[in-house]
Protein backbone atom coordinates (compact mmCIF):
# COMPACT_ATOMS: atom_id res chain seq x y z
CA UNK A 1 0.00 0.00 0.00
CA UNK A 2 2.58 2.53 1.03
CA UNK A 3 4.33 1.84 -2.79
CA UNK A 4 1.11 2.80 -4.24
CA UNK A 5 1.21 5.84 -2.28
CA UNK A 6 4.35 6.34 -2.68
CA UNK A 7 3.99 7.06 -6.12
CA UNK A 8 0.42 8.87 -6.16
CA UNK A 9 2.12 11.31 -4.43
CA UNK A 10 5.46 11.15 -7.18
CA UNK A 11 2.39 11.57 -10.04
CA UNK A 12 0.67 14.62 -8.44
CA UNK A 13 3.73 16.27 -7.73
CA UNK A 14 4.64 15.54 -11.74
CA UNK A 15 1.30 16.87 -12.39
CA UNK A 16 1.45 20.48 -11.10
CA UNK A 17 4.40 21.00 -11.78
CA UNK A 18 6.03 19.32 -14.87
CA UNK A 19 3.08 19.15 -16.92
CA UNK A 20 5.22 17.99 -20.10
CA UNK A 21 7.38 14.93 -18.67
CA UNK A 22 3.56 13.70 -16.77
CA UNK A 23 1.79 13.68 -20.61
CA UNK A 24 4.91 11.58 -22.25
CA UNK A 25 5.34 9.25 -19.86
CA UNK A 26 1.62 8.19 -20.40
CA UNK A 27 3.27 7.33 -23.66
CA UNK A 28 5.16 4.81 -22.00
CA UNK A 29 4.12 1.23 -20.82
CA UNK A 30 2.76 1.11 -17.21
CA UNK A 31 6.22 -0.91 -16.49
CA UNK A 32 8.68 1.77 -17.38
CA UNK A 33 6.30 4.97 -17.08
CA UNK A 34 5.44 3.90 -12.92
CA UNK A 35 9.38 3.97 -11.97
CA UNK A 36 10.22 6.87 -14.27
CA UNK A 37 7.49 9.01 -12.84
CA UNK A 38 9.53 7.68 -9.08
CA UNK A 39 12.78 8.34 -10.72
CA UNK A 40 11.86 12.06 -12.05
CA UNK A 41 10.07 13.19 -8.79
CA UNK A 42 13.31 12.52 -7.14
CA UNK A 43 14.76 14.48 -9.35
CA UNK A 44 13.17 17.17 -10.07
CA UNK A 45 12.92 17.76 -6.54
CA UNK A 46 16.98 17.80 -6.20
CA UNK A 47 16.63 20.92 -9.09
CA UNK A 48 13.99 22.35 -6.76
CA UNK A 49 15.87 22.08 -3.81
CA UNK A 50 18.68 24.19 -4.96
CA UNK A 51 16.67 26.36 -6.83
CA UNK A 52 14.77 27.47 -3.96
CA UNK A 53 17.94 27.77 -2.11
CA UNK A 54 19.29 30.18 -4.94
CA UNK A 55 21.78 27.83 -6.16
CA UNK A 56 23.60 27.42 -2.65
CA UNK A 57 26.02 24.55 -3.12
CA UNK A 58 25.15 23.12 0.37
CA UNK A 59 21.81 21.95 -0.83
CA UNK A 60 23.58 19.59 -3.25
CA UNK A 61 25.56 18.36 0.15
CA UNK A 62 22.41 17.70 1.69
CA UNK A 63 21.17 15.86 -1.53
CA UNK A 64 24.12 13.59 -1.71
CA UNK A 65 22.97 12.33 1.90
CA UNK A 66 19.83 11.59 0.80
CA UNK A 67 21.36 9.73 -2.20
CA UNK A 68 23.46 8.02 0.33
CA UNK A 69 20.39 6.95 2.20
CA UNK A 70 18.38 5.67 -0.87
CA UNK A 71 20.81 3.58 -1.47
CA UNK A 72 21.75 2.04 1.95
CA UNK A 73 18.00 1.35 2.51
CA UNK A 74 17.42 3.71 4.66
CA UNK A 75 15.43 6.65 2.31
CA UNK A 76 14.18 9.54 3.94
CA UNK A 77 10.49 9.41 5.41
CA UNK A 78 9.12 11.35 1.80
CA UNK A 79 7.30 9.42 -0.67
CA UNK A 80 9.50 10.43 -3.81
CA UNK A 81 12.74 9.11 -1.58
CA UNK A 82 10.85 5.90 -0.92
CA UNK A 83 10.10 5.51 -4.35
CA UNK A 84 13.54 6.54 -5.85
CA UNK A 85 15.28 3.85 -3.26
CA UNK A 86 12.72 1.29 -4.58
CA UNK A 87 13.55 2.06 -8.34
CA UNK A 88 17.19 2.04 -8.11
CA UNK A 89 16.95 -1.25 -5.96
CA UNK A 90 14.96 -3.07 -8.68
CA UNK A 91 16.59 -1.55 -11.68
CA UNK A 92 20.22 -1.72 -10.48
CA UNK A 93 20.86 1.43 -11.57
CA UNK A 94 24.32 2.53 -10.25
CA UNK A 95 25.08 5.67 -8.03
CA UNK A 96 27.67 6.86 -10.13
CA UNK A 97 24.46 7.87 -12.44
CA UNK A 98 22.34 10.16 -10.25
CA UNK A 99 25.67 11.09 -8.17
CA UNK A 100 26.12 12.85 -11.97
CA UNK A 101 23.17 14.70 -12.17
CA UNK A 102 24.03 16.45 -8.89
CA UNK A 103 27.29 17.01 -9.77
CA UNK A 104 25.98 19.05 -12.55
CA UNK A 105 23.56 20.87 -10.02
CA UNK A 106 26.47 21.71 -8.00
CA UNK A 107 28.24 23.34 -11.06
CA UNK A 108 25.09 25.27 -11.57
CA UNK A 109 25.15 26.18 -8.13
CA UNK A 110 28.60 27.41 -8.51
CA UNK A 111 27.18 29.20 -11.33
CA UNK A 112 30.10 27.69 -14.05
CA UNK A 113 30.45 29.13 -17.36
CA UNK A 114 31.82 26.75 -19.82
CA UNK A 115 34.92 28.06 -22.30
CA UNK A 116 34.45 25.23 -24.88
CA UNK A 117 32.37 22.47 -26.52
CA UNK A 118 33.83 20.31 -25.02
CA UNK A 119 33.65 21.89 -21.19
CA UNK A 120 29.52 22.20 -21.89
CA UNK A 121 29.21 18.34 -23.21
CA UNK A 122 30.76 17.35 -19.48
CA UNK A 123 27.99 19.28 -17.99
CA UNK A 124 24.92 17.86 -20.42
CA UNK A 125 26.12 14.76 -19.35
CA UNK A 126 25.72 15.17 -16.01
CA UNK A 127 21.98 16.77 -15.97
CA UNK A 128 20.78 14.99 -18.95
CA UNK A 129 23.24 12.12 -20.38
CA UNK A 130 22.98 10.65 -16.63
CA UNK A 131 19.06 10.85 -16.83
CA UNK A 132 19.11 8.85 -20.25
CA UNK A 133 21.13 6.34 -19.51
CA UNK A 134 18.93 5.15 -16.09
CA UNK A 135 15.87 5.28 -17.99
CA UNK A 136 17.58 3.09 -20.86
CA UNK A 137 18.30 0.77 -17.34
CA UNK A 138 14.40 0.94 -16.70
CA UNK A 139 13.68 0.00 -20.04
CA UNK A 140 16.44 -3.02 -18.96
CA UNK A 141 18.53 -2.38 -21.51
CA UNK A 142 21.80 -2.35 -20.20
CA UNK A 143 24.33 -2.91 -23.76
CA UNK A 144 26.69 -0.54 -23.74
CA UNK A 145 25.99 0.64 -26.69
CA UNK A 146 22.36 0.99 -26.24
CA UNK A 147 23.07 3.56 -23.09
CA UNK A 148 25.45 5.43 -24.68
CA UNK A 149 22.79 6.01 -27.59
CA UNK A 150 20.70 7.23 -24.53
CA UNK A 151 23.37 9.59 -23.28
CA UNK A 152 23.46 10.95 -27.03
CA UNK A 153 19.55 12.17 -26.63
CA UNK A 154 20.40 12.95 -23.02
CA UNK A 155 23.09 15.31 -24.47
CA UNK A 156 21.19 16.24 -27.72
CA UNK A 157 17.99 17.94 -25.68
CA UNK A 158 19.99 19.54 -23.26
CA UNK A 159 21.77 21.64 -26.11
CA UNK A 160 18.27 22.22 -27.76
CA UNK A 161 17.12 23.64 -24.06
CA UNK A 162 20.28 25.42 -23.76
CA UNK A 163 20.00 27.23 -27.45
CA UNK A 164 16.23 27.37 -26.76
CA UNK A 165 16.74 29.75 -23.63
CA UNK A 166 19.32 31.83 -23.87
CA UNK A 167 17.80 34.85 -23.30
CA UNK A 168 15.50 33.66 -20.16
CA UNK A 169 18.85 32.18 -18.74
CA UNK A 170 21.09 35.75 -19.54
CA UNK A 171 18.57 37.49 -17.33
CA UNK A 172 18.73 35.17 -14.33
CA UNK A 173 22.47 35.57 -14.72
CA UNK A 174 23.24 32.23 -16.28
CA UNK A 175 25.40 31.56 -19.58
CA UNK A 176 26.03 28.46 -21.00
CA UNK A 177 26.90 29.23 -24.52
CA UNK A 178 30.83 28.11 -25.07
CA UNK A 179 32.41 31.58 -24.38
CA UNK A 180 35.48 30.59 -26.67
CA UNK A 181 32.62 30.43 -29.45
CA UNK A 182 31.29 33.44 -28.23
CA UNK A 183 34.69 35.35 -28.98
CA UNK A 184 35.49 33.83 -31.96
CA UNK A 185 32.35 36.28 -33.30
CA UNK A 186 33.80 38.84 -31.79
CA UNK A 187 31.20 38.90 -28.51
CA UNK A 188 32.77 39.65 -24.97
CA UNK A 189 31.04 37.02 -22.83
CA UNK A 190 30.77 39.73 -19.43
CA UNK A 191 29.62 41.96 -21.33
CA UNK A 192 27.08 40.72 -23.22
CA UNK A 193 25.51 38.90 -19.92
CA UNK A 194 25.29 42.37 -18.66
CA UNK A 195 22.93 43.44 -21.52
CA UNK A 196 21.71 40.33 -23.10
CA UNK A 197 21.16 41.51 -27.01
CA UNK A 198 20.78 39.23 -29.81
CA UNK A 199 22.15 40.16 -32.88
CA UNK A 200 23.57 37.51 -35.92
CA UNK A 201 26.88 37.09 -33.69
CA UNK A 202 24.22 35.41 -31.22
CA UNK A 203 22.25 33.99 -34.00
CA UNK A 204 25.31 32.64 -34.79
CA UNK A 205 26.71 30.89 -31.37
CA UNK A 206 23.11 29.50 -31.04
CA UNK A 207 22.97 27.96 -34.53
CA UNK A 208 26.11 26.30 -33.95
CA UNK A 209 24.88 24.79 -30.97
CA UNK A 210 21.98 23.16 -33.19
CA UNK A 211 23.93 21.70 -35.24
CA UNK A 212 25.87 19.79 -32.39
CA UNK A 213 22.65 18.89 -31.00
CA UNK A 214 21.44 17.47 -34.10
CA UNK A 215 24.73 15.30 -34.78
CA UNK A 216 23.47 13.90 -31.12
CA UNK A 217 20.13 13.15 -32.44
CA UNK A 218 20.90 10.99 -35.39
CA UNK A 219 23.18 9.43 -33.51
CA UNK A 220 20.59 8.10 -30.92
CA UNK A 221 18.41 6.41 -33.52
CA UNK A 222 19.49 3.83 -33.65
CA UNK A 223 19.50 3.10 -30.16
CA UNK A 224 15.54 4.22 -29.58
CA UNK A 225 15.48 1.07 -32.60
CA UNK A 226 16.95 -1.50 -29.58
CA UNK A 227 14.32 -0.57 -27.06
CA UNK A 228 11.13 -2.61 -26.56
CA UNK A 229 8.98 -2.10 -29.14
CA UNK A 230 6.36 -0.40 -26.50
CA UNK A 231 9.09 2.05 -25.27
CA UNK A 232 9.84 2.74 -28.98
CA UNK A 233 7.04 6.34 -29.86
CA UNK A 234 7.53 7.80 -26.64
CA UNK A 235 11.43 8.26 -26.91
CA UNK A 236 11.43 8.76 -30.50
CA UNK A 237 8.57 11.40 -29.83
CA UNK A 238 10.43 13.18 -27.27
CA UNK A 239 13.62 13.20 -29.91
CA UNK A 240 11.37 14.64 -32.98
CA UNK A 241 9.89 17.30 -30.46
CA UNK A 242 12.46 18.50 -28.91
CA UNK A 243 14.20 18.46 -32.03
CA UNK A 244 11.56 20.91 -33.84
CA UNK A 245 12.19 23.28 -30.73
CA UNK A 246 15.39 23.57 -32.20
CA UNK A 247 13.76 24.01 -35.79
CA UNK A 248 11.60 26.64 -34.11
CA UNK A 249 15.04 28.66 -33.22
CA UNK A 250 15.83 28.17 -36.83
CA UNK A 251 12.56 29.86 -37.88
CA UNK A 252 13.21 32.85 -35.67
CA UNK A 253 16.83 33.20 -37.33
CA UNK A 254 18.13 32.19 -34.42
CA UNK A 255 16.98 34.92 -31.44
CA UNK A 256 16.83 32.65 -28.32
CA UNK A 257 17.24 36.42 -26.85
CA UNK A 258 13.91 38.21 -27.23
CA UNK A 259 11.88 35.44 -27.94
CA UNK A 260 11.07 31.77 -26.33
CA UNK A 261 10.42 28.95 -29.40
CA UNK A 262 7.32 26.85 -28.94
CA UNK A 263 6.03 24.32 -30.80
CA UNK A 264 2.43 24.13 -31.36
CA UNK A 265 0.48 21.22 -29.97
CA UNK A 266 -0.44 20.68 -33.55
CA UNK A 267 2.74 20.10 -34.99
CA UNK A 268 3.50 18.03 -31.71
CA UNK A 269 0.34 16.01 -33.18
CA UNK A 270 1.85 15.00 -36.46
CA UNK A 271 5.74 14.38 -35.29
CA UNK A 272 4.07 12.09 -32.42
CA UNK A 273 2.26 10.35 -35.52
CA UNK A 274 5.84 10.25 -37.37
CA UNK A 275 6.80 8.84 -34.01
CA UNK A 276 4.68 6.09 -34.36
CA UNK A 277 6.15 5.33 -38.01
CA UNK A 278 9.53 5.43 -37.35
CA UNK A 279 8.90 2.90 -34.45
CA UNK A 280 8.09 0.04 -37.16
CA UNK A 281 10.80 0.86 -39.30
CA UNK A 282 14.13 -1.19 -39.87
CA UNK A 283 16.72 -0.33 -37.54
CA UNK A 284 19.80 0.77 -38.22
CA UNK A 285 23.20 -0.69 -36.87
CA UNK A 286 23.81 1.02 -33.55
CA UNK A 287 27.42 2.59 -34.03
CA UNK A 288 29.82 1.49 -31.26
CA UNK A 289 30.90 4.98 -30.11
CA UNK A 290 30.75 6.37 -26.62
CA UNK A 291 31.00 10.20 -26.17
CA UNK A 292 34.47 10.80 -23.91
CA UNK A 293 32.50 12.75 -21.13
CA UNK A 294 29.91 10.26 -20.86
CA UNK A 295 32.40 7.45 -20.81
CA UNK A 296 32.33 7.01 -17.27
CA UNK A 297 28.33 6.80 -17.01
CA UNK A 298 28.89 3.65 -19.41
CA UNK A 299 31.85 2.10 -17.56
CA UNK A 300 29.66 2.58 -14.33
CA UNK A 301 26.35 0.38 -16.14
CA UNK A 302 28.90 -1.76 -17.11
CA UNK A 303 30.63 -2.92 -13.60
CA UNK A 304 26.98 -3.29 -11.95
CA UNK A 305 25.61 -6.38 -12.09
CA UNK A 306 22.01 -6.71 -14.00
CA UNK A 307 18.27 -6.91 -11.64
CA UNK A 308 17.12 -10.83 -11.51
CA UNK A 309 15.76 -12.58 -15.11
CA UNK A 310 12.14 -12.88 -12.86
CA UNK A 311 11.47 -9.02 -12.75
CA UNK A 312 9.08 -7.38 -14.92
CA UNK A 313 9.62 -6.26 -18.95
CA UNK A 314 7.85 -3.75 -20.46
CA UNK A 315 5.01 -4.80 -22.67
CA UNK A 316 4.82 -4.79 -26.24
CA UNK A 317 0.65 -4.57 -26.75
CA UNK A 318 -0.19 -1.36 -25.43
CA UNK A 319 1.93 0.51 -27.97
CA UNK A 320 -0.41 1.41 -30.99
CA UNK A 321 -3.11 2.25 -28.05
CA UNK A 322 -0.50 4.83 -26.07
CA UNK A 323 0.42 6.34 -29.13
CA UNK A 324 -3.43 7.19 -29.96
CA UNK A 325 -4.07 8.45 -26.14
CA UNK A 326 -1.07 11.01 -26.68
CA UNK A 327 -2.46 11.99 -30.19
CA UNK A 328 -6.32 12.52 -28.48
CA UNK A 329 -4.45 14.38 -25.69
CA UNK A 330 -2.84 16.67 -28.03
CA UNK A 331 -6.17 17.58 -29.85
CA UNK A 332 -7.41 18.17 -27.35
CA UNK A 333 -4.62 21.08 -26.17
CA UNK A 334 -4.75 22.21 -29.84
CA UNK A 335 -8.65 22.83 -29.46
CA UNK A 336 -7.75 24.88 -25.83
CA UNK A 337 -4.83 26.63 -27.77
CA UNK A 338 -7.64 27.26 -29.89
CA UNK A 339 -10.26 28.93 -27.67
CA UNK A 340 -7.43 30.57 -26.00
CA UNK A 341 -6.29 32.75 -28.83
CA UNK A 342 -10.02 33.56 -29.81
CA UNK A 343 -10.31 34.74 -26.03
CA UNK A 344 -7.12 36.93 -26.50
CA UNK A 345 -8.24 38.64 -29.68
CA UNK A 346 -11.92 39.11 -28.92
Not at 130 to 156: E, F, K, N, T
Not at 198 to 210: F, K, P, W
Not at 293 to 303: N, S, T
Request: proline share 5%; glycine share 6%.
Amino acid sequence: MRAASDLAACRELLRGGSRTFFAASRILPPAVSNPAIALYAFCRLADDAVDVDGGRTDAVERLRSRLALAYSGRPLALPADRAFADVVSRFAIPIALPEALLEGLLWDAEGRHYETLGDLLAYAVRVAGAVGAMMSLLMRRRDPAVVARACDLGIAMQLTNIARDVGEDARAGRLYLPLSWMRDTGLDPDAWLADPRHDTRTGEVVGRLLSVADTFYRRSIPGIGALPPSCRPGIHAARLIYAEIGREVERQRYDSVSRRAVVSASRKMRLLAGALVTSFAARDAIVDHVEPAARFLIEAVAATAPPGAAASRPRSGSMAESVVWVLDLFERLERRDQLLRGENTS
